[in-house]
């Protein structure tokens, strides 16, 4: 059983800043594929950004927030960060960690439905 707990979300304004960390329960966190994804009120879940294991190590993100987000992981504290600068309130969302086990044999890094384990969640709200 994994566990992922977010933290770091809150208010912001536009053109902030604010990072995001989702801690890790587990004895493998290193071999985890980890994402986080997005839910706004009344939209569907969407894809932000994920830190894989294929290639040794793989970096994707949401067109909507590339070059202006940033994941990051620290295998020594089981932590993955979500580091997003320049914000819009368009980022205004409930912000989710995901991972899954690196040993699955088919994954889609952009999918919700490849990750086995959530977080709760932490709000981002951007004012204008």
């Known amino acids: 059983q994994v566990q992922l707990v977010e933290s770091g979300g809150g208010l912001v304004q536009a053109g902030g800043s604010l990072r995001l960390s989702c801690a890790a329960s587990?004895?493998?966190?290193?071999?985890?594929?980890m994402a986080w994804f997005r839910q706004a009120p009344g939209k569907e879940r969407e894809f932000v950004a994920a830190?894989?294991?294929?290639?040794?190590?793989?970096?994707y993100y949401a067109d909507a927030v590339k070059a202006r987000f940033t994941i990051s992981r620290d295998n020594a504290k089981n932590t993955v960060y979500l580091q997003m600068n320049s914000l819009k309130p368009e980022d205004t969302a409930d912000y989710y960690c995901?991972?899954?086990?690196?040993?699955?044999?088919?994954?889609?890094?952009?999918?919700?439905?490849?990750?086995?384990?959530w977080g709760q969640g932490t709000q981002v709200t951007v004012s204008s």
């Open positions: 995901a991972a899954t086990d690196s040993g699955s044999y088919l994954y889609s890094p952009k999918s919700g439905g490849s990750y086995s384990y």
């Open positions: 587990g004895r493998t966190f290193s071999n985890y594929h």
């Open positions: 830190d894989s294991r294929n290639g040794g190590g793989t970096k």
